[in-house]
């Protein structure tokens, strides 16, 4: 409370002084994604001129409400829905279901500046990123195995250099505070010279939560750039060590919900409640990248890159306190070639990835958050690695073609420590298995474009999958698979001054995996049969006003809609017959209507509502998480101080006072499929940028 009474007397006292500052710039950034150009399969084309449904985020998306997570943003998106169990606690999917994600983020592929994010088990730490710290974000949706490999969900792109330009520096300071005990600051210095960029960011955050045993804290130290070795080679580095806390409430029954959803997840029979067990998080990880660019010859390339990581990660859980060590190693190259005569343009691609992941998982007894006895101790190897082509034809003015395709294998190998009686280690072998995927798009106008892909996905089970939390081991366990057909249109109309995007597609999903739930609460997962999953989105955006001159500066409206009956093909679990049952997990409609105003070049406010419609949380379809509208509006000013600028904000989430369900445990025993969102609530905060 201290913290936002600080920063609510800052933000008026600024406001105060900050009138006489020259405050002549507009603050509306009117680049269309007309002239965005989009790295999606290493293409780096015109956003409208490449052939896939490509969702690109740029700062000022990011920025739009609350800066400390970008659950609001990447939820515009069509397409994507991303949670948030409790804070700091994300899942994320892409046109496809959280049926495999009860925490964490799996089946998409992630890459920070060009280096594999996503470790070799398949799973991400989305939650390490400090949303603050990016520059943008591009969604790439639907299987992309033949530049990405195994995947069925899509793949996620995060920039975070930022070009400010030769031979300046800029630093900048923000303070961020708000309801529930919500405190946040960041600092950052970035320089750039001829031949070289660098950019150095440290952040902190820290909450009490909305509910009981939700409190947060977060601290993220990073460093970035690239250096011009030559005329011809580019080094690019990544690096930064974050240290993650948070509290899990865990989930609550209907009437729990509604009687005191604040509550975390109460004593039931001999079972203890999350408070008792101090149920929570820690994940200590340091992450380093790097990656070198070479041009030689003519028209050929070769970007090869390197990543390490170690993550500490510990876990008391209702049942249990597990401990876990993961060592991560990555490497990718990539070869381009590129030939352009008159209106034909040809760029090729060939190269690999490999992944190997090294953990040591120990499980012990939770005695009121101290480890007890062991339960087990087990050691893990797995290495994920895919070969890759692709061809990419501009084909005079108007045709584009894209073919390539995958070879994906993934290696487990489990030992389990503790028993002396079975036969260890056991290993197994998933794939290889060839993954292609063809994609045409035609340019109607100048500004039109419509295009279609086919491609099959292929999703091996992670490593939490084979070696859920319930501490049993699955090797039978098989990968999901399935053909993906998609069509779309997209571009600009009425002299660019309306971006739109619409595509309707269809995935066949076989041996789809659904997670379940023991009597304690613990997951494990099966493989459900298949799924279909078949959608249609459409997004636009209306430039209505750009004009410095005029007192209202910009106004954009812009909506996002995701149409998504999916349904469970053949699914039969014991006696029960789900087949045809609505997708676990899944709205069948989200809608996303927002609009951006700037006045008199200065001031700005958004403002969004999402609707989200009720979805089955349990595979039997008899308990549906219910429909919401999610209300969210933010006010701010900027000023021009000399050498510096200042923007100022405040704002409110959840307006309309909703009580909802972000994050819900499907499949839960005792029901308790709900994990409460915050209520109304308030922030506020301001950035100082020196350049």
Known sequence: MKYLLLLTGLFFTTLAVAQTADSTNTATDSTTLQNVTVNAFETKTKWKDAPSSISFINKKDLQRFD???MVAELNAAPGVRMEERSPGSYRLSVRGSLLRSPFGVRDIKIYLDGVPFTDATGNTYFNLIDPNQLQSVEIIKGPSGSLYGANTGGVVLLNSLNDIGINKNKFDVSLNGGSFGMFSEAAGWQTQQKGFSSSLQQSHMQSDGYRQQSATRKDVLKWNGKVDLSASETLRFVAFYTDLYYQTPGGLNLAQLTTNPKAARPTAGSIPGAVTQHSSVRNKTPFGGVSLTSKFGSGFTNTTSFVIDHTAFTNPFITNYEERSEWNYNARTNFGYEYKKNDFILHASAGGEVGYNVATINDYGNRAGVKDTVQFKDLTHLTQYFLFAQVNINAGKHWVLQAGASNNTTHYWYNRLTDVVNKYP?????????TPRF?????VTKSVSVYASAAEGFSTPTLAEVRPSDGNYYPFLQPEYGWNYEAGIKGTIIKDAVEFNASAYYLKLKQAIVSRTDSTGAQYFV????????????????????????????LDVWNSLSYQPYRFDTYISGTSNYSGHKLTGVPQTINVTGIDITGAKTWYISTSINYTSSLPVDDANTAFAKAYHLLQ???????????CKLNTYVGVDNVLNEVYSLGNDINAVGKRYFNPAPARNFFIGGRLSFN
């Open 67 to 69: 800066v400390n997570t």
């Open 426 to 434: 056991q290993t197994r072998t998933a794939g290889p298995l060839v």
């Open 439 to 443: 994609s045409v798009l035609y340019q």
């Open 527 to 554: 493989n459900s049969g298949g799924a279909i999953e078949k959608g249609i989105e459409f997004w636009f955006k209306a430039h209505i006003i750009h004009n410095t001159a005029h007192f209202i500066s910009a």
């Open 633 to 643: 509006i933010k006010l701010g000013k900027n000023f021009n101080m000399h050498s």
